[in-house]
């Protein structure tokens, strides 16, 4: 069974932390994503990577960055978090999508994040 | 532009049928989707369509696309409590690392 997990479901920072949230697939994909999802907005992409140590910047990148050491892991960093990226950060992977324009993206369950 | 369109919310009776829908912008889509999200939990594909195909059914579910008008519908038959969820139209285009998500409609399923 196909499998990405989130580090945490749940967390809460505050103004100016440093936040790491960590995604980890089992599917040997190439492609990973960092959405973040908020009410009436729908899924908003932060940063996507293509292979281990690439990363393109999606819609919505500033304020974050990202890391991709190994081809299972995809990191996303709030450098100093701030009230306004309350949300909830759905990780996804896909195949390829040279391969094929089909590209079904697996999801994690999503950690929904807090700063106060 | 790349928006996909959809409306937030629909409520509607146990055992009727649930009609979401759907407006993309891009001619050059080549697949469309439907996810599904339940409370609590990430995305899960539920079914997609090609672009060059005009409806496609899969037991309850009847996706109907209308290329001409970009748009998109998902039908649920018999609609359960347990259909309760957000539902995510997506695109994603010819060659596209992207895929293009909607504002997801809430399905609201009244015993």
């Known amino acids: 069974d196909v499998k990405v997990t989130q580090s945490s479901r749940y967390l809460v920072k505050r103004t100016g932390e440093k936040v790491f949230l960590e995604c980890v697939q089992d599917?040997?994909?190439?492609?990973m994503f960092w959405y973040r999802q908020d009410p009436g907005l729908g899924l908003r992409l932060i940063y996507f990577?293509?292979?281990?140590?690439?990363?393109e910047k999606g819609d919505i990148p500033e304020g974050y960055s990202v890391s991709r050491e190994k081809k299972e892991r995809f990191s996303l960093i709030l450098e100093s978090a701030s009230t306004n990226q309350t949300s909830m950060y759905l990780c996804?992977?896909?195949?390829?999508?040279?391969?094929?324009?089909?590209?079904?993206?697996?999801f994690g369950p999503g950690t929904r994040l807090t700063v106060l | 532009g790349e928006d996909v369109e959809q409306s937030l919310f629909l409520s509607v009776r146990e055992g009727d049928s649930s009609v979401i829908n759907c407006t993309y912008t891009?001619?050059?889509?080549?697949?469309l989707y439907w996810y599904k999200q339940e409370p609590g939990a990430g995305l899960q594909l539920l079914t997609y369509i090609f672009s060059n195909m005009d409806m496609k059914q899969d037991q309850r579910l009847t996706v109907l696309l209308n290329k001409k008008d970009k748009h998109l519908s998902l039908r649920i038959a018999d609609t359960q409590t347990g259909d309760s969820a957000i539902y995510f139209c997506?695109?994603?285009?010819?060659?596209?690392?992207?895929?293009?998500f909607g504002a997801g409609t809430r399905l609201f399923v009244k015993a």
């Open positions: 891009d001619s050059s889509s080549t697949y």
């Open positions: 996804a992977s896909s195949l390829p999508a040279s391969l094929t324009s089909y590209n079904e993206q697996f």
């Open positions: 990577s293509y292979d281990v140590k690439m990363k």
């Open positions: 997506a695109e994603t285009r010819t060659g596209g690392f992207k895929t293009i």
């Open positions: 599917m040997d994909h190439e492609n």
